[in-house]
């Protein structure tokens, strides 16, 4: 004989929390946690564990050290979650504990089958890149409404021993329960991308009967570097669910979610749905939207970073299809009035708690301001994304043995210092870029839509000041986004002709690039002999990151 238990109903639950000391059964459903009113949670932590965590730190741009987990308390009103594992988090945006510091909670590694909200795992982010703490929640409730899974978010207030860490923003763990609430199997791999990364490399397995077996991302590679773009498409469709894909990205794209995996090839997670085995993208790190710290007027087809979005969307084909999936997304759910809408709603389920804080007053200002900002980062970027579709970018007009003058040119510095400058010397306009320190570095680029074909890109540079010795990978390049190699490279004192060729197979915005590597010195560009040329189909020599 089989029993079944109702753990909604209030007695067992109640009798079940009392006999299992070391964790409270959740009753309501993990919905309310993230539509209800704004939770509020005390993390305790004991002295040994604040040691632990003070001994962390994460340094931007350097190996993440181990995280190593301590326990806590967690309380929520009168629910007392304990044993609690707890580490910090965060990469650019880490603080340590004793700030505002980003952290993972797992209220199951300690405690077997404890759940918080029907939750095995949560983050807390500090949003100290959002202050208006509803990006996450807005972005995340907008992917779901399109038909692309993603985990929920809300804000919360936390404490950290008694001490006020203001609005934090609570993620739902990417792991095996938010594959079960989504997926009919939860058997496939759950792949983090981590922060920084493409499907090339080793990713990290969340979740999966078979984490050792990673033969499903080795199929997508290699299905989306055939270099004939028909046969491209045909294979990816038999292990990528495809439409999936393209809503997905057109998202991302749409909301300048530069810092995800089409645009940005970060932030984001892959699972096998084995049930129909097809991998599926999830997006992730969704703090910085509509222009924060890119541009609300961003090319709806700008550089894909990700090998998937590049290989996929430079098949005419299915760039049609993404076309088509934005502008059906830009008359429905991206409309402006709709997404002013969801944020009003997200805004006002947060204004009351922020009453409850110490700075409350100051802090319900900045909030306000920041929803203003959001506000209007979306009208422009709706703007914007009309006019594109209207206009849509055509690509450029060359055939065989044609040239074109390139243009407009715009300045992105390297990871070390470097300045730029535009000069006019003797009629003649140039692109500079001075070095200012060690391995500086500088570019100048320009963005165009080209066909199948082989390319060059020709022009005049030279180098001033260059140290003695700095020869070698320093000195003028010109290149294409995505190339690595210093071949090309020169440092003449003189204007020299420089070339770079590259191949094209399909339709792809590529990234041209004049660009200065090196210490003290300076690079210049003639601006008017920058041309680029096709000369022929593409070459069945080795291909280049261009394609």
């Not at 089409?262 to 993208?281: E, P, T």
């Not at 043995?401 to 006019?424: E, H, L, M, N």
């Not at 680029?445 to 199948?452: A, E, I, K, P």
Request: charge should be positive; hydrophobic fraction near 35%.
């Amino acid at each position: 004989m089989k029993l079944c238990f109702n753990l909604r109903t209030p007695w067992l639950a109640s009798l079940l929390a009392g006999a299992v000391g070391v964790f409270a059964i959740d009753v309501p459903s993990s919905d309310e946690l993230f539509t209800g009113p704004v939770p509020q949670l005390q993390i305790e932590i004991p002295a040994e564990g604040m040691k632990v965590l003070r001994d962390y730190q994460q340094v931007w741009r350097e190996k993440r050290p181990e995280r190593i987990d301590v326990q806590a308390t967690v309380r929520e009103g009168g629910k007392v979650y304990t044993n609690v594992a707890v580490h910090l988090k965060g990469s650019y945006s880490f603080q340590p504990i004793d700030g505002k510091p980003s952290l993972t909670l797992n209220f199951e590694k300690f405690a077997p089958g404890q759940r918080f909200h029907g939750l095995s795992k949560i983050h807390l982010n500090n949003s100290v890149q959002d202050p208006s703490y509803l990006s996450e929640s807005f972005a995340r409730e907008l992917f779901q409404s399109v038909g692309v899974p993603s985990p929920r978010a809300t804000p919360a207030l936390v404490k950290i021993n008694g001490r006020e860490q203001g609005v934090s923003v609570l993620i739902e763990g990417a792991n095996k329960l938010f594959v079960k609430r989504h997926f009919d199997s939860a058997k496939g791999n759950l792949y983090d991308g981590g922060s920084g990364g493409d499907v090339t490399k080793a990713l990290e397995t969340d979740s999966g009967e078979h984490p050792e077996n990673r033969s499903d991302l080795t199929n997508l590679v290699q299905a989306a570097r055939l270099k004939n773009p028909g046969e491209r498409l045909v294979a990816l469709t038999k292990v990528l669910d495809v439409e999936e894909f393209i809503t997905f990205a057109a998202t991302e794209a749409a909301i300048v979610h530069w810092d995800g995996y089409a645009l940005g090839c970060n932030n984001y997670r892959v699972f096998h749905d084995v049930s129909r085995d097809k991998l599926m993208f999830i997006p992730h790190g969704l703090d910085q939207l509509f222009g924060v710290s890119s541009s609300p007027t961003l090319s709806l087809t700008p550089v894909f970073k990700g090998l998937v979005a590049k290989q996929l969307f430079s098949v005419p084909e299915a760039r049609a299809r993404y076309l088509a999936r934005i502008g059906e997304l830009a008359t429905n759910e991206l409309r402006g009035a709709a997404l002013h809408a969801r944020v009003d709603k997200l805004a006002a389920r947060l204004r009351p708690a922020l009453a409850s804080l110490s700075n409350g007053r100051e802090l319900r200002g900045e909030f306000d301001d920041a929803v203003l900002s959001l506000k209007s980062r979306i009208t422009t970027r709706a703007a914007s994304v009309a006019q594109q579709i209207r206009n849509p970018k055509q690509p450029a007009p060359l055939t065989a043995d044609q040239s074109v003058r390139i243009g407009p040119w715009s300045f992105k510095a390297g990871t070390r210092a470097a300045t730029s400058g535009r000069s006019v010397t003797n009629n003649r306009q140039l692109l500079q870029v001075t070095g200012r320190g060690p391995e500086s570095s500088g570019a100048w680029r320009s963005t165009v839509l080209l066909g199948d074909g082989r390319y060059e890109l020709t022009g005049r540079a030279r180098v001033e000041n260059l140290p003695p010795g700095a020869a070698g990978t320093n000195g003028v390049l010109l290149r294409v986004s995505g190339e690595r190699s210093t071949k090309g490279i020169a440092t003449p004192a003189e204007w020299k002709e420089l070339s770079y060729e590259f191949n094209v197979r399909g339709l792809t915005d590529v990234e041209l690039i004049c660009e200065y590597r090196g210490p003290e010195g300076t690079g210049f560009f003639d601006v008017n002999t920058l041309r680029l040329i096709r000369t022929g189909p593409p070459s069945a020599k080795e291909e280049t990151a261009a394609e």
